[in-house]
């Protein structure tokens, strides 16, 4: 470190007067005057660096692609200390400052103020000291790989450094150029290197390779401009490079670090980047709180996924009248869509339009439920239940209206519709003037149908606008605004086991219920039947005499129908003989079978017309008689029958059975 007596710690010049002696130290403090002058004002109103040119530039070896031979351009830079390092040409790099580089790997380049003396006297002159250089030139050297860029900033007679510094040494700019520094006296020259890039040096072979991309010019430092503010004397600044941009969109140009506050519109005629957070929006000139700020900004969310997010936050209260406005019209536009702090979307005056592609176009609970389109048509789609509500508030509970709210319908997961538990005409299906006059409802303990005329059931078909007309397929049955009840086909009135009662072609009259949930067929005749008791609802109950009646003499079958069998039995021994009898074909359905004991005979002469009568001949008694049915079916019944004497040598023993069947026949 320099003594501090070898600094310059203070501002002189050459004070002239008349008939002064002047010598060379005084032409020379006239020089360094000047010089520091220049020094103070390179490091004061600017920053140190390169001020233009002075780059790095490859030249291929015409020879052997894979070597280049690297040149400095020609510039201007200033040191730390304001000296100024001028390059007039191109300069060849020279691969003797490698020598000491044997391995292959990129170097750093340096330059370095430097100076040299030469220029004697010219021929016709002499000074007392003869042959002696009468000039100090300004030049360069080129630095490898240096340890150290430079030597020291003093300051208030301490060394200093960029900030943070050490307890008690002074603070200097971040930039190192201070113009109040304390300059040393030279020579000897004190030390401050630039950066001009970085060569690839192969040490193996002796020669220059390409620089890898990037780093022919990495870390230069440039020349920069020390003021508070720029003035134009037009009405227009413009900042820009030097040599016009290709594109100037292609890179980074300007950078401002800290905040920037424009009196006057900003126009960007490219894209605008936004790297920081946040974009905040505050009504000018008014003071307004942090969380009163609309704030645009970009998150990362806080999922694993680690989305990104654009994000608009309207304050930190959850009120209506805080929201943003998207419109057309004038400077603010009028409202088409409105987005509230208190989480309300509106649309005053716009129209949501989801283009003409078929798919899901809304989500309300994840894909599992929404509206959309397909082939043409509008469906909803929901995980579970559709429910519809009349009036209220939010209720996270199922089926829950909410405070104020009705429960107007339900469709669940099964496609059925619940109507809820109020009595009201739940469908109306047409209505003219105000009245819902065709519709299906529930009153007191009652599910009613109301009709303006008729009632009909169909089968098949296809609408038709003519009263009473099945569209082409078939009416099945009517009851018409007379009350009068017709009924196409049979008509099955209860059941009871495999028993059923079925009457055909019946037209009357229905007259209600009569309180006991049974319904009444009144008929012309003034007979009634009752349908439905509820301590019997499959009994059929009728008030007077039921008469079936038909021109076919075999109608009643229908109903009831008894055939008689009498077959007769040989029964030989004491094994008991299995009997069987066919009535195929006679029933359609059969309820029950029984087999009575007619008579016997132990002489084979059942039913002649003459019996021999030899009984006490024969000296047999009869001692076991007895028929049973073991099984029947529609077509026929089996049993077994037995007849026995005390003379078991005798002729065959007889029984004669009566077989009646209970059944009904269809046809």
């Known amino acids: 470190m320099r003594a501090i ?61 894979q070597f280049v031979d690297p040149v400095l351009n020609p510039g201007l830079a200033v040191d730390g200390y304001g000296r100024q390092i001028v390059s007039f040409g191109t300069v060849t790099i020279d691969s003797a400052l490698f020598d000491a580089y044997t391995t292959d790997g990129h170097r750093t380049v340096w330059i370095e103020y430097d100076e040299t003396t030469s220029s004697p006297a010219g021929a016709g002159f002499a000074d007392c000291r003869d042959g002696e250089a009468t000039r100090t030139v300004e030049t360069f050297k080129i630095v490898i790989d240096p340890p150290a860029t430079i030597t020291a900033v003093i300051v208030d007679g301490a060394p200093a450094a960029p900030p943070p510094t050490p307890s008690g040494t002074p603070e200097i700019p971040a930039d190192t150029s201070v113009p109040y520094q304390e300059l040393p006296v030279e020579p000897p020259l004190t030390r401050w290197l630039i950066r001009l890039g970085t060569l690839h040096w192969d040490g193996t072979v002796g020669r220059f390779r390409p620089a890898a991309g990037g780093r022919l010019d990495e870390q230069r430092t440039y020349v920069g401009a020390v003021a508070a503010s720029v003035l134009s004397p037009t009405g227009a600044l413009t900042v820009a490079p030097r040599a016009a941009f290709a594109d100037p969109d292609a890179a980074d140009f300007v950078t401002v670090k800290g905040r920037l506050r424009t009196q006057g519109r900003i126009n960007a005629q490219h894209d605008v980047w936004l790297e920081g957070s946040l974009a905040h929006f505050a009504s000018p000139g008014v003071e307004i709180e942090e969380d009163e700020v609309i704030t645009l900004g970009r998150d990362t969310g806080t999922g694993a996924a680690k989305e990104q997010r654009l994000r608009l936050r309207l304050g930190d209260d959850a009120v209506s009248t805080t929201y943003l406005s998207i419109g057309t019209g004038d400077k603010l536009g009028t409202p088409v869509v409105e987005i509230h702090a208190d989480g309300t979307l ?297 007849c026995g004497q005390s003379d078991p040598t005798s002729g065959g023993n007889q029984v004669g059975i009566n077989v009646v069947v209970l059944g009904r026949k269809w046809t």
């Open 5 to 65: 007596q070898d600094l310059v710690t203070e501002v002189d010049r050459v004070r002239y007067t008349e008939g002064q002696f002047l010598g060379a130290a005084d032409f020379q403090d006239e020089q360094d005057y000047h010089r520091r002058a220049l020094g103070r004002h390179e490091t004061g109103g600017h920053t140190w660096g390169i001020v233009v040119g002075l780059e790095l530039v490859e030249n291929p070896d015409p020879a052997d692609s």
């Open 346 to 642: 509106s649309i005053p005056t716009g129209l949501l339009d989801f283009g003409a592609t078929d798919r899901q176009d809304i989500n309300l609970n994840g894909v599992t439920s929404g509206l959309g389109t397909q082939a043409g048509s509008v469906f909803l789609r929901s995980a579970s239940e559709f429910i519809w509500y009349r009036g209220g508030l939010f209720s996270a509970t199922a089926h829950d209206p909410g405070t104020g709210g009705q429960l107007q319908l339900v469709l669940d997961a099964d496609g059925s519709f619940d109507f809820g538990h109020r009595t009201r005409q739940m469908l109306s299906l047409w209505s003219s003037g105000g009245q819902h006059q065709y519709g299906i409802g529930v009153q007191d303990s009652t599910l009613y149908f109301r009709s303006g005329a008729d009632v009909c059931w169909f089968k098949g078909g296809s609408h038709s606008d003519m009263r009473d007309n099945s569209g082409g397929g078939t009416l099945q049955m009517k009851l018409d605004d007379t009350a009068v009840l017709s009924v196409t086909g049979d008509v099955v009135v209860g059941s009871n086991g495999d028993a059923e009662l079925i009457t055909r072609h019946v037209t009357g009259k229905a007259s209600g219920n009569d309180g006991a949930d049974n319904l009444y067929l009144n008929w012309h005749t003034g007979r009634s039947v009752v349908l439905g008791q509820p301590s019997k609802p499959s009994d059929l109950q009728v008030t007077g005499t039921l008469e079936v009646q038909s021109s076919v003499s075999t109608a009643v079958q229908s109903v009831i129908k008894v055939k008689t069998y009498g077959p007769v039995i040989t029964n030989v021994g004491s094994t008991p003989a299995s009997w069987t009898q066919s009535y195929a074909g006679e029933f359609d359905q059969v309820f029950e079978v029984f087999a009575a004991l007619a008579g016997f005979s132990v002489t084979d002469e059942y039913g002649s017309s003459n019996p021999a009568g030899q009984q006490q001949a024969l000296g047999a008694i009869p001692q076991n008689i007895w028929v049973t049915v073991t099984a029947f079916d529609a077509s026929s019944v089996s049993g077994l029958v037995f």
